[in-house]
């Protein structure tokens, strides 16, 4: 029987801890959430819910059954298992742990004996050993393996998706030695389904950049295809639709207006930081990056070339983009493609706006750009571009318009559209 009042305390209420946080109340778990934003929380303990995944009922069941959220750490010192989910962000193109840093200082200062205390965030191989625990250990005195248990847990979670949830999508655990191992399988066990051990942190901490920097690879692999095959008027879209019927050794992937969100284009610079200290660049990262990043100005070349056939000047043209989120049927902009394109369009004198009934407010420098509240105005436009596959846009008929239509993500739905 554990003297602990809370049997977690999840560190980040975003959208990893949040979801963490509900799923561990559903299992039947005493949950304490903490989250440095007081807004946040204040919001939060009001029912209100700004994840997509999260509904406002979802959260405001769990609240009821208990779920617990402060933006005070003293709790931490009576939550049995401690969850790490805070940002690990790139700053000046340099991953930036300072948040990873701070958490551990907090949990340092509150720390209790035999605390389990699992790091969630994305990062480097290394960072469990080499940053958090030593922090962790200056501060409390206390010594990790004995003292305190501590393990790395990559998180798989995928925002939108209906079928993979945070329940039944295998969790990857790891722990500093054995003792720690068993803690944290018997706590996973708990909220998720199935549970893969691994040997150590490191491998743990490898695998979640193994597997974004798959992504990142294949879509500039699909990316770069898409731009010679439109060279050589071959349609992609028919090419990928084929190939993808063969039932072994493919996966398909598919071109776009570039790569968004706060996953893959940023992990991939934890690895590739990584290996430089051992004097050695991860070359297929390097290429991928070079390949996606280019994807926004690739798009603005195609519609600039789209103006140019119908006899129209680009300056001062009217373009509406449909969806600026990262990806379909969530708000999120964090390093979306968009924010590129509209800035180049800026840059040619280009009039943009946007129709995206997920984002309220998307800024690209330093200013919001200007948001169209309904498709009822598409004949104000000289071009359309669709920039996300909102499932929202496939009840509206686009063929009434006249409008032309760029379509970046492929789409069966805009029957007349040039598509990437
Ligand atoms: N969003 C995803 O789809 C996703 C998927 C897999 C992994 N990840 C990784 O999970 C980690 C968290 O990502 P996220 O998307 O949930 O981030 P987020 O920005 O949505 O949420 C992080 C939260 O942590 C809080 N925070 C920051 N510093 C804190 C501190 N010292 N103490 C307490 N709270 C603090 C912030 O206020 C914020 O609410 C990152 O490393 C990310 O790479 C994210």
Redesign the pocket.
């Known amino acids: 029987m554990s003297n602990f009042k809370y049997d977690v305390g999840v560190?980040?209420?975003?959208?990893?801890?949040?979801p963490l946080a509900i799923q561990a109340t559903d299992s039947n778990l005493n949950v304490y959430g903490?989250?440095?934003?007081e807004d946040?929380v204040n919001s939060f303990n009001l029912g209100k819910s700004a994840?997509e995944d999260i509904s406002d009922a979802e959260l405001q069941k769990s609240l009821e059954k208990g779920l617990f959220l402060s933006s005070d750490?003293k709790y931490l010192s009576d939550s049995e298992t401690v969850v790490i989910?805070?940002?690990?962000p790139l700053t000046d193109y340099q991953p930036d742990l300072s948040?990873v840093r701070?958490?551990a200082e907090?949990i340092a200062k509150h720390l209790t004996k035999n605390q389990i205390i699992i790091l969630?965030?994305?990062?480097y191989p290394g960072t469990t050993i080499e940053v958090l625990i030593p922090v962790i250990e200056e501060i409390s005195h206390q010594k990790a393996g004995v003292d305190f248990y501590v393990g790395y847990s990559?998180?798989?979670?995928?925002?939108g998706n209906e079928k993979w949830n945070f329940k039944n999508t295998p969790k990857v655990i790891s722990g500093i030695n054995d003792e720690s191992l068993t803690k944290i399988k018997t706590f996973y066990e708990k909220i998720i389904d199935q549970v893969v051990t691994v040997s150590g942190t490191k491998e743990a901490e490898m695998v979640?950049l193994l597997e974004n920097t798959y992504r990142h690879v294949n879509i500039a692999l699909i990316n770069e295809l898409a731009i010679l095959c439109n060279m050589l008027e071959i349609d992609i879209w028919e090419v990928v639709n084929a190939a993808k019927t063969k039932p072994f050794g493919f996966e398909s992937f598919r071109p776009g207006p570039g790569v968004g969100?706060?996953?893959i284009p940023?992990?991939p610079n934890y690895l590739s930081f990584k290996t430089r200290q051992i004097g050695k660049p991860v070359r297929f990262v390097e290429l991928a990056q070079e390949i996606n990043n280019s994807m926004p100005s690739y798009v603005v070349s195609r519609l600039l070339e789209k103006m140019n056939l119908l006899e129209k000047p680009f300056k001062n043209s009217n373009i509406l983009i449909l969806g600026v989120a990262y990806k379909k049927d969530i708000g999120?902009v964090r390093e979306s493609p968009a924010i590129g394109i509209i800035e180049n369009l800026y840059d040619k004198g280009v009039n943009v706006k946007y129709f995206d009934p997920f984002v309220e407010k998307i800024v690209v420098n330093n200013q919001g750009v200007e948001r169209e509240e309904s498709l009822d105005n598409l004949n104000n436009y000289d071009l359309i571009l669709v920039h996300t596959a909102h499932t929202d846009f496939e009840s509206f008929d686009f063929s009434k318009t006249e409008v032309p239509i760029f379509d970046a993500t492929g789409s069966n739905h805009y029957k007349n559209a040039e598509r990437i």
């Open positions: 560190i980040g209420l975003g959208y990893v801890g949040l903490y989250d440095i934003d946040k994840i750490p989910s805070v940002p690990t948040y701070s958490a907090t969630e965030s994305t990062t990559p998180e798989r979670i995928d925002p979640k969100g706060h996953c940023v992990d999120d």
